[in-house]
């Protein structure tokens, strides 16, 4: 299981690296207000509730790949920055 913290206007850690084919869980919260985590590639898209709950975000890193972590539910003015990256190294 992978921590990941999201607060304005960031994610911690902001690089993730995981391998081709396994099978990922995210165990993601909120530092501060709503945010949302969105992997367009693996069709992740959860929105994380105000006061820390952490949500479960499991998926399988099926394509190797860099892909961008995005904060999918607007929270305010540095918003577009937020960006966090999946890297996923090709199976050898």
Known sequence: ??????SRFAFEPARIEV???EHIRL?????????GVGIK????????????EAVIINFVASAAG????????????GHEE????L????RK
Do not use: N, Q
């Open 66 to 77: 860099e892909y961008p972590i995005l904060c999918s539910e607007y929270c305010g003015k």
């Open 41 to 52: 590639k693996f069709r992740v898209e959860k929105t994380l509730p105000r006061g820390g």
């Open 82 to 85: 937020m960006r966090g990256l």
């Open 27 to 35: 165990l993601v919260s909120s530092a501060d207000g709503v945010h």
């Open 19 to 21: 391998t081709e084919g």
């Open 1 to 6: 299981m992978i921590e990941v913290v999201a």
């Open 87 to 90: 890297v996923v190294a090709a």
